[in-house]
């Protein structure tokens, strides 16, 4: 079955760096979308970052766009999000999702912590 494992996440003082990964298994990598999404505590789950199956321009959160880099690599099974410039708001549960472009079926991991604080 399709899994998706974040690993990377910690705490990480103002302006400090991180870098995120989220390694797949279960399924043809190069044929989905992959994005990552971010949940602070009593707020709604957020888009942050999408790299699509197809190449293109990735795209991001106004709040994160400039500061964040999401990438992959189609061999490795695996996307990144490296996170430059930490701000104390970046503070949440950063979870990998996985769309299937042919089926239109996502897939969440388990979620990594992300934490900024002085």
């Known amino acids: 079955q399709v899994q998706l494992v974040e690993s990377g996440g910690g705490l990480v003082q103002p302006g400090g760096s991180l870098r995120l990964s989220c390694a797949a298994s279960g399924l043809t990598f190069e044929r989905y979308t992959m994005r990552w999404y971010r949940q602070a505590p009593v707020k709604e789950r957020e888009l942050v970052a999408t790299?699509?199956?197809?190449?293109?321009?990735?795209t991001y959160s106004d709040s994160v766009k400039g500061r964040f880099t999401i990438s992959r690599d189609n061999a490795k099974n695996t996307v990144y999000l490296q996170m430059n410039n930490l701000k104390l708001e970046d503070t949440a549960v950063y979870y990998c999702?996985?769309?299937?472009?042919?089926?239109?079926?996502?897939?969440w991991g388990q979620g990594t912590q992300v934490t900024v604080s002085s």
């Open positions: 999702n996985a769309e299937d472009r042919w089926t239109g079926d996502h897939f």
């Open positions: 790299i699509f199956s197809r190449g293109g321009n990735p």
